[in-house]
């Protein structure tokens, strides 16, 4: 659970961090935009105001539910994050291309006519969106559950707001060590696996509610090898959805994700954005 929880954090604020850092080096490097800076700025805050916001009604909304009631909401949010990251994924595969350029499109329409509320509008709405996905995805991974204490959760996701400000450092001047490629590309398949592992707990509940057969109990036990009741392998079926005693119909539709995946995996194509965003930035803040 903390692990996950490191992980999405970080993931995600490293990309609030590239949006708002592509933005700062457009502003600084055009004359007469300083106005503009204090507008991005309070737009980052507003993003972060929102995001905490969502999580929030979120929580008050799923108050109202009680019994197998909060049960079948904490499902669907286990499977709608699971959703939220293949989307997300293969988002960022198809637009990252052009990640950068869209954004500094929108800010340079909104600096030529002086419209600073846009300004303010456009980094509120791609950090928000950064934030409202974290949201999400730590629902789904069960942060509404009693077992996670309030300051576990706090000292974690500082330690994921850390992590995610060191990796942008270290991506935006040590380029040569660490690119944005490597770093999308490691980070998409660990998403990918955490995916996996949200549909399988879904999947979980619903055999357990007897919305679908598991086919069969038990299709074998390597508990010996690997329990995912203990903590080693209860880390590794977090991040993976691996599972010692896994049922027939998990393990179908395990293979059935993955075979979707790598089915989308051959028609997208090459994605060579990452590198470029970098190589821009750098040259940009030069």
Same mark, same amino acid.
């Given at each position: ?26 502003? &600084? ?28 009604? %979120? ?37 990252? &291309? ?14 030529? /006519? ?14 928000? &969106? ?35 400000? @060191? /990796? ?16 999308? &590309? ?9 995916? @996996? ?16 057969? *598991? ?6 036990? *390597? ?5 995912? !009741?203990?903590?080693?392998?209860? %880390?590794?079926?977090?991040? /993976?959805?691996?599972? @010692?005693?896994? !049922?027939?119909? %998990? ?8 075979? %979707? ?14 590198? !470029? ?6 040259? /940009?803040?030069?």
């Amino acid at each position: 659970m903390l692990g996950q929880i490191l992980f999405i954090v970080w993931r995600e604020s490293v990309e609030a961090l590239l949006v708002v850092g592509i933005l700062y080096a457009w502003l &600084r490097t055009h004359p007469g935009m300083e106005r503009g800076l204090r507008y991005l700025w309070g737009g980052a805050l507003a993003g972060v105001a929102g995001a905490i916001g969502l999580g929030w009604a %979120i929580l008050w909304f799923s108050s109202f539910f009680a019994g197998d009631a909060q049960d079948y909401f904490q499902m669907a949010m286990v499977l709608v994050a699971a959703g939220l990251i293949v989307q997300m994924v293969f988002w960022m595969r198809r637009k990252g &291309r052009d990640f950068q350029h869209g954004l500094e499109t929108g800010l340079q329409r909104s600096a030529e /006519t002086a419209n600073w509320v846009g300004i303010f509008t456009l980094v509120a709405l791609a950090v928000m &969106r950064e934030g409202s996905e974290t949201v999400i995805f730590l629902y789904g991974l069960g942060l509404a559950e009693r077992g996670l204490g309030l300051v576990q959760f706090l000292v974690t996701a500082g330690a994921g707001f850390l992590l995610a400000g @060191a /990796t942008f450092w270290m991506l935006q001047y040590g380029g040569r060590r660490l690119s944005w490629r490597v770093f999308f &590309r490691l980070s998409e398949g660990v998403l990918l696996l955490l995916a @996996a592992a949200l549909l399988v707990t879904g999947l979980e509940k619903m055999e357990g509610f007897g919305w679908l057969p *598991s086919l069969k109990d038990q299709v074998w036990n *390597s508990a010996w090898l690997l329990d995912d !009741s203990e903590r080693m392998g209860a %880390i590794v079926a977090s991040l /993976t959805g691996y599972r @010692a005693q896994p !049922s027939l119909l %998990i393990l179908l539709m395990y293979g059935l994700y993955w075979g %979707i995946i790598a089915g989308f995996m051959r028609l997208s194509r090459p994605v060579k954005r990452s590198q !470029s965003i970098q190589e821009r930035v750098l040259r /940009t803040r030069s």
